[in-house]
Every structure is written in C-alpha cells, then in structure tokens.
Nanobody
C-alpha cells in the first residue's frame, strides 16, 4: 500500500459533490487498470468504479451508477472520481488501486498497488 496518492476527500452536505484524485508518482498509469474502492466503518471494502487502461471503458457499482464518474488523464498520471448527488451512505474512506493484470474489476485482490485512502464524510 501507499504507492498511490489520493486527494480531494472532505466533508460535504448530502446532495453535494466532491472530486477525488489519484496520482501515481513514478508510474505510468496507462499501463494499469485503475479502480476506486471504499470502506465504511464496520463494513467490508467495496468496489466503486474502475477504468480501463485507455480510459475508454468504465465500470460502476450499481449503488453509484449515474452519480459517480471515473476518468483519467494519462498524461498527468492521474485518475479522478467525480462524485455528485452524494448521500450519507457514500461516506467512507476511498481508496484508489492500480493493477496490470486485473480481470475481475471488483476484486481488490487483483490490484497490485493501493493508496492510503482519503476520507469522505457526507452530512445529512
């Protein structure tokens, strides 16, 4: 863990928006599938979204579909998670992860590198 760097978390009211960023110092992001996961207190880590190496294919958990958007800028070695219409149940620590041989996008075990996480808090 700790080889990716997340930022952008914070406190937001329900219905608000946040944009998370994931940077990969020293790595070429275009070689990796990148995913976002989250973990709320007392709950298991869950898949949120993933993005193919080129950025042309995206995948979302049903719980965030239509509200969250994952994108990447390979020139900047950065992946983003735009989160709109946030709900209290979206509150969690959000982690980005990168993997070179990911097949099952929702399986965290298939990702090679992880960040330390960024806290998202949503007030009702």
């Amino acid at each position: 863990q700790g080889q990716l760097v997340e930022s952008g978390g914070g406190l937001v009211q329900a219905g608000g928006s946040l944009r998370l960023s994931c940077a990969a110092p020293g790595r070429t992001f275009s070689r990796y599938v990148v995913g976002w996961f989250r973990q709320a207190p007392g709950k298991e880590r869950e898949f949120v979204a993933a993005n193919s190496r080129s950025g042309t294919s995206t995948y979302y958990a049903d719980s965030v579909k239509g509200r969250f958007t994952i994108s990447r800028d390979n020139a900047k070695n950065t992946v983003y998670l735009q989160m709109n219409s946030l709900k209290p149940e979206d509150a969690a620590v959000y982690y980005c992860a990168a993997g070179s041989r990911v097949v099952m996008l929702g399986r965290g075990e298939e990702y090679d590198y992880w960040g330390q996480g960024t806290q998202v808090t949503v007030s009702s």
